[in-house]
């Protein structure tokens, strides 16, 4: 009997020997290519779930388990059974409004593998990259204790490696170190935060992650003896507590798992971004195509722009009649400087409550937020506020309903300082309520982005960078020229990013020291300039004092010109470490900024991706000839650039350069009156620009009737259809000369047929829009145009106002008849609001088209209190504050460009 035990036992043995090898043998394998067939992706499901990825004939990727480790019991990955395959093709387009492209299309290839046991895995492989991530169907809340992630690679490829900087709780800390470039085999066995990236020779692979949901985030770690690395996620906190300085919660004790969840969902998307040249690193749009599209709806309420900030100067102005600090003096003077040079917001830093008391509902006693509120929309410029996570966390209803009653527009958070599940579900939380009462966010101390700026687009930017307040107190061997030619290619993958540039003091790697009070940038004035075009920063801060920027205005005057709102981005040359240049497309302009590490070099640009036929007045700013010993030591210049341009720059150590293109209208040149034009004898010049055509006496200068063809050329730019059909009703434009009277332009005969009515006409205007009515045409004074000593119309631009009327009365309500009662509808919307009142804009429809085409071209007169004629409203950034419907009504007709006028606007 025993023996024969001992028989069964055996022989029981032998059939689960042979079972198993016989499982191991039928392991499955699946591969997916991206759509051009570069990218390869092979998924291995036999004793274990792992994956590999090819470039080319190229393993990039090595064999890598992946799989979740769940409470009960259960690893997802350990011999998977595949029950389900599916594959379809991705082609998403997506509209990605205060994104690096206004729109783009995600093409790609996805498998979705089902597994037994009510688990799957999606794979997907685009030209960039390709991703992975599980979801589950349980019908039960699940707890995960880990997810296994690994990264494997064949060879000892170089890292960059960003490490956590708090060495006793590694997992809390502000995601803000530089890169340790090293061998992963030399890797330390810190933690390091995403994204990383890895040269693997042929190419570049970045991991990163997108649309991070109700779930940690992911660190990786070297895996000691292996080239490789892991992914380890925080654990679900047990107990927080809070610093007593600011009442920031932190962590006390962890549970010993990481998520616990509904069980129906979908995870983090683990993403493999591959790049081939470094120029595409920056541009690469996995995370975002890869986040949750748009759970908000309308975005039109969202406002982007640049601030006037207050912290990182520390508030310290000087020659100023009062003491600068937290209160009332303080920030209107910022908001004046805001207004003066057309910046949106101020932020009120930390301390406007006090930090101690984790209540942000009370305002300290030295500022009055409702006076102060109110004094920035008379300027055109929006506060936002700075708060903690988690004070606005625990106030978050009341907070948003209060200060958005009131009219603050947003909310910079700060000091999360980390990433377990219960973190992001806070984030998440405030981006559902903040959106509720249409207040925008921009956040700091946090982990970096993934995708949910996608997801939630009032959240317009993100810390999570070396920024400039590391000059405060850092260390030279904290390399920040360095530092500042690598994160563009490695950090901005992952969405946009607050440096907050804009130094005015600036320092050679000789002289940089740390300065808390009185702070200067590592390296030179345009490496500074160049960040407002090399960063993704669509709410973007001016770190200096304003006091410090009185003396800088040119500078001052630049940023202020560049959008921060793009079309497109590409990456015209660079390589990860060394340098970048960086090309933006705005409408019709084009911006481009380029920066070096410590090393100085030259650069070459080519714009044979300018248009053909197409030129530009280029304003360059570049660095000075002794920019090596003087970082603040710049040139500007203006010069003429086509598609056909060359350009050599020297970069200095630490250097950069910035310029902008503006379109130069394409028209002919001053000649006399062409026969057959049927033009009165009065007329002796003549210019045409496609079709329209502008005619004076031969007493106006040639410098007139070009600066006027500039003016409807620009204005035209956008709306082709209606210039043609302008063009078809004969559209021109008069000029009264300097030293000629309104009623000698003989289309005014009509109205000027007695002497009382010639007094009174040469007295009242010096231009007309639409009048004649038979004769389609707008007038308008030489000495406006030019801006000469006689001009009476100072701080306005008359030919802009005049020729809007012919643009609106017969282009626009030309190709769109029912234009008039749509304008007329946003008229009276305006003035049940109140808006306008004791201006010549509410007068009717067609002024208050002209007045606000005026201010949207930054030409109007600014008037405070207004005075029957204009009010504030005399720019661009204070019209889309003060009458945002107005603003997107014109926004269909105009590009946002700087139309060149001689006028000189004021406020």
């Known amino acids: 009997m025993k023996n024969n035990k001992k028989l069964c036992l055996a022989i029981l043995s032998l059939l689960l020997l042979i079972r198993n090898a016989s499982f191991a043998a039928k392991e499955k394998k699946y591969v997916l290519s991206s759509p051009d067939g570069t990218l390869k992706v092979e998924i291995s499901a036999g004793n274990e779930l792992a994956y590999q990825v090819m470039h080319g004939n190229d393993t990039i990727l090595s064999h890598s388990n992946i799989g979740l480790v769940l409470e009960n019991g259960t690893i997802v990955g350990k011999t998977p059974r595949i029950t389900g395959e599916r594959r379809r093709k991705i082609k998403d387009n997506i509209e990605s409004p205060f ?540 010069i003429r650039i086509d598609k056909d341009s060359r350009l050599t720059l020297h970069l200095a150590s630490g250097g950069g350069f910035a310029m902008k293109l503006e379109l130069c209208p394409v028209h002919g040149q001053v000649t006399g009156i062409p026969e057959g034009k049927n033009i009165p004898s009065f007329y002796q010049k003549y210019i045409e620009t496609e079709g329209l055509y502008v005619t004076s006496s031969g007493k106006v200068s040639d410098e007139a009737l070009l600066k006027a063809c500039d003016i409807i050329s620009l204005m035209l730019a956008k709306r082709p259809d209606v210039k043609a059909h302008m063009v078809k009703k004969g559209c021109h434009v008069m000029i009264i000369g300097k030293d000629e009277e309104t009623c000698d332009l003989p289309e005014f005969a009509h109205i000027c047929n007695c002497e009382d009515s010639i007094k009174y006409w040469n007295w009242r205007a010096r231009g007309f829009g639409g009048a004649p009515e038979d004769e389609f045409s707008s007038s308008c004074g030489e000495e406006n145009l030019l801006a000469l000593p006689q001009d009476k119309y100072v701080g306005e631009n008359i030919l802009i106002h005049e020729f809007a009327h012919l643009i609106h009365t017969v282009g626009i309500v030309g190709v769109e008849p029912d234009f008039n009662e749509r304008l007329e509808a946003l008229r009276q919307n305006a003035i049940r609001k109140g808006l306008w009142e004791k201006t010549y804009a509410v007068s009717n429809k067609e002024e208050y088209f002209a007045e606000c085409v005026q201010s949207f071209f930054n030409c109007n007169r600014y008037a405070e209190p207004a005075n029957g004629v204009h009010n504030w409203v005399n720019r661009r950034t204070k019209l889309k504050t003060y009458d945002p419907d107005m603003y997107r009504l014109l926004q269909e007709y105009f590009y946002e460009i700087e139309i060149p006028i001689h006028n000189v606007v004021h406020e």
């Open 99 to 638: 994104y690096r492209f206004k729109e783009f299309v995600a093409t790609g290839n996805e498998l979705d593998l089902k597994l037994k046991g009510g688990f799957g895995i999606i794979f997907r492989a685009y030209n960039e990259g390709v991703a992975y991530r599980f979801y589950t169907t349980q019908s039960s809340d699940i707890i995960i204790k880990e997810e296994q992630a690994e990264f494997n690679f064949k060879e000892d490829y170089t890292a960059y490696l960003p490490y956590t900087t708090n060495d006793k709780k590694p997992m809390a800390m502000a995601y803000q170190n530089v890169y340790d470039i090293t061998p992963l085999s030399k890797a330390q066995p810190k933690l390091a935060f995403l994204p990383v990236t890895v040269d693997c020779g042929s190419v570049k692979l970045t991991l990163l992650e997108s649309d991070l949901e109700a779930y940690p985030g992911m660190f990786v770690q070297s895996q000691q003896g292996k080239y490789g690395l892991k992914g380890v996620f925080a654990p679900y906190p047990a107990k927080t507590d809070f610093y007593p300085w600011r009442k920031q919660e932190y962590v006390t004790e962890t549970t010993d798992f990481i998520s616990r969840s509904r069980g129906s969902r979908s995870y983090p998307w683990r993403v493999l971004a591959i790049t081939e040249k470094d120029t595409d690193m920056p541009v690469n749009n996995l995370v975002y195509a890869l986040a949750s599209p748009n759970r908000i709806g309308d975005t039109s309420w969202i406002k982007t722009g640049k601030v006037a900030w207050d912290w990182w100067n520390d508030w310290n102005l000087k020659g100023v009649p009062f003491k600068a600090g937290i209160n009332m003096d303080t920030y209107k003077y910022y908001i004046d400087f805001a207004s003066r040079n057309g910046l949106e917001f101020i932020v009120l830093d930390e301390g406007w409550y006090d930090p101690k008391s984790g209540d942000m509902l009370t305002v300290i006693p030295e500022l009055d937020l409702p006076e102060l509120i109110a004094y920035g929309k008379s300027k055109g410029v929006e506060i936002v506020l700075w708060t903690v996570f988690n004070v606005l966390d625990s106030q978050l209803e009341a907070a948003c309903k209060k200060y958005a009653d009131m009219g603050i527009k947003g909310f910079k958070v700060d000091f999360l300082d980390r990433d377990d599940q219960t973190a992001v579900e806070m984030v998440y939380r405030i981006a559902e309520m903040t959106a509720r009462y249409k207040l925008t966010l921009d956040l700091h101390g946090i982990y970096k982005p993934t995708g949910i700026n996608r997801t939630y687009p009032h959240i317009i930017n993100f810390e999570s960078v070396f920024g400039m307040e590391e000059v405060k107190w850092t260390d030279i061997k904290n390399n920040m020229p360095l530092y500042d030619v690598t994160f563009p290619y490695i950090r901005m993958m992952a969405g946009p990013v607050d440096y907050t540039p804009g130094a005015m003091r600036n320092a050679t790697k000789a002289d940089w020291r740390a300065m808390y009070y009185t702070p200067a940038s590592m390296g030179t004035r345009c490496h500074q300039l160049a960040a407002y075009i090399v960063h993704d920063s669509p709410f973007t801060m001016l770190c200096d004092a304003p006091t410090n920027y009185l003396n800088e205005q040119e500078c001052v005057d630049f940023i202020a010109s560049l959008p921060v709102e793009v079309d497109s981005t590409f990456i015209a040359s660079g390589e990860l470490g060394k340098y970048i240049v960086t090309v933006r497309k705005k409408d019709v302009n084009w911006y481009i900024g380029g920066m070096t590490n410590w090393d100085e070099r030259d650069v070459q640009l080519d714009f044979s991706f300018l248009p053909e036929g197409m030129s530009y007045t280029a304003v360059l700013f570049k660095d000075g000839v002794n920019a090596n010993k003087q970082a603040e030591d710049y040139r500007k210049e203006t």
